[in-house]
């Protein structure tokens, strides 16, 4: 994600000095630019929530909690370096509280690495 920041930086100051300064027409695709890279990370995110939604939707389960693990407890290494770690909490269908762990990515999807099953009274 920094290296993709890093690159559209480096694309706006290549067009700050190489287009003309003026006209309107020269306007709109940096405020698109823009927004699109503000927008990025927010749309990352909720793909990686949507992605684990549907997983625990298709184990019959409903999410209670997802919650993004800091970037100090990822896993960041060259084979999984697109790979985000989540918290999960779920209820599956006996309305059993879980509290788990997945790896969430575009191309692989979800992978479940751990999933402990927790008091079914605790309600939050």
């Known amino acids: 994600m920094i290296a993709l920041f890093a690159a559209t930086m480096l694309a706006c100051l290549i067009g700050a000095f190489v287009l003309p300064p003026s006209g309107a027409g020269y ?70 509280y879980h509290e788990a762990c997945c790896l969430s990515d575009f191309l692989f999807g979800v992978e479940w690495i751990a999933d402990r099953l927790v008091d079914s009274n605790q309600t939050s």
């Open 27 to 96: 306007k709109a695709p940096g405020i698109i630019l823009a927004a699109l890279v503000l927008a990025l990370p927010w749309l990352n995110r909720a793909a990686h929530r949507s992605r684990i939604r549907r997983a625990v939707s298709e184990m019959g389960g409903v999410v209670v909690r997802i919650r993004r693990l800091p970037f100090w407890k990822q896993d960041y290494y060259w084979s999984r370096l697109r790979r985000v770690k989540h918290e999960v909490r779920y209820v599956d269908p006996a309305g059993f």
